[in-house]
């Protein structure tokens, strides 16, 4: 599997982004879809995951509210709609797949990974 994050950039305090995470080489349908992100200095951290079919949707805590995760499978592709961008979002953003199709929170359990895209938020 191919993914290919984008959408990231430079935007003020509040504003907001799209990224996108388009996939190629299995069938887009059968993977569950993860958002991840990791800022200087620090860890990849969970941000948001969808499952196969779309039914079931995680995101962190911290998130929830700002963020949102869908997807589109005639494009083959991931979203991840953020919103309130504060300076602590700024980070690599990254897209990945999970081959058994459930979306959930721990990296371990994707098997593919983009290769980021950078969100950077000015106060």
């Known amino acids: 599997v191919q993914l290919q994050a984008s959408g990231g950039g430079l935007v003020q305090t509040g504003g907001s982004l799209r990224l996108s995470c388009a996939a190629s080489?299995?069938?887009?349908?059968?993977?569950?879809m993860g958002w991840f992100r990791q800022a200087p200095g620090k860890g990849r951290g969970f941000v948001a995951a969808?499952?196969?079919?779309?039914?079931?949707?995680n995101y962190a805590d911290s998130l929830k509210g700002r963020f949102t995760i869908s997807r589109d499978d005639a494009k083959n592709t991931a979203y991840l709609q953020t919103g309130s961008l504060i300076p602590e979002d700024t980070a690599v953003y990254y897209c990945?797949?999970?081959?058994?199709?459930w979306g959930t929170g721990i990296s371990d359990d994707y098997d593919y990974w983009g290769q980021g895209t950078q969100v950077t938020v000015s106060s």
């Open positions: 080489g299995r069938p887009f349908s059968t993977l569950g």
């Open positions: 990945a797949a999970d081959l058994g199709g």
């Open positions: 969808i499952s196969w079919n779309g039914d079931k949707t």
